[in-house]
Structures are given as C-alpha cells and as structure tokens.
C-alpha cells in the first residue's frame, strides 16, 4: 500500500457481523486549508462506528485523511463529507462523527454527524458510546 495520501479508502469484512459492537477512533492529527484564507485548519475527529458487514482499514483511513492536507474546505462541508464517505464505504449500522475544529480568529468549530439504518435499533449499545463532549476552549 502507498505511502502518499489517497482519496481511497479500503474496507475489510466485518469478523462478527452477527453481533453488534462499537469501533471508536480519535483521529487528533486532521489539517487541510481555509478556502476564505488558504491558512491551515486543523481538526480533532472522533469516529464512533457500529459495523455491520464491513470494517474501514486503518492504514487507508490516515492516507485519506492526509490527502485533505492541502484541500480547502469549510469545517461544515468537510466533516460532512468525511461522514459520508465512511458511510458510502461501511453501509455501518451507525456511525457519529465529531469534528473538533481548532480555533480560529477566536472561534472554536464542532461539527457533529450522525447517521443510522432504518432498521437498526441497538439502545443499550448507544447507551455506553463516550458522550459527546463539546471543546470548552476559554481565553486566558
């Protein structure tokens, strides 16, 4: 596999896809470019994922989250569409998102996504997922 950044993302198949379970990922090293400004943004992810058929390979997922470095984006726009490629890829019975954006011209940026299959219901499950903890950056 590549060492350079890359738009593509691989999957795996699920090893227990008869049970429902929860990946959790901090993804604390994201940068890619203000599209107003051309100066870099940084971001914090926090990926939490309750696989159904497949799983997303690790590797591939820091060589796409490399290739936004010299992308510019809105934080909107970006954490968005982060989301929905790891849906479009996993198809995951759930997944949530959180994009803690580092502050800029003294403004901290959180973006959140979530997304569920129709069908799926896992209460219990979601019950013990980390809450979400919005960033609390205080001047000082």
Known sequence: ??????????????????????VHMDLPEFTCLCPVTGQPDFAHFLLDFIPDQR?????????????YRNEGGFHEALTNRIADDLI?????RYLRLLGRWYVRGGI????????RQED????????????????????G
């Open 1 to 22: 596999m590549s060492s350079q950044p890359s738009k593509d993302l691989q999957s795996f198949p699920n090893p227990h896809p008869e049970r429902d379970y929860c």
């Open 55 to 67: 799983c997303v390979e690790l590797k591939s997922l820091k060589l796409y989250l490399w290739s």
């Open 88 to 92: 479009a890829l996993l198809a995951p």
């Open 108 to 115: 901290t940026t959180n973006v959140l996504v979530e997304e």
């Open 120 to 139: 799926w219901s896992n209460p219990a499950l979601l019950a013990q997922l980390p809450p979400v903890t919005w960033s609390g950056h205080r001047p």
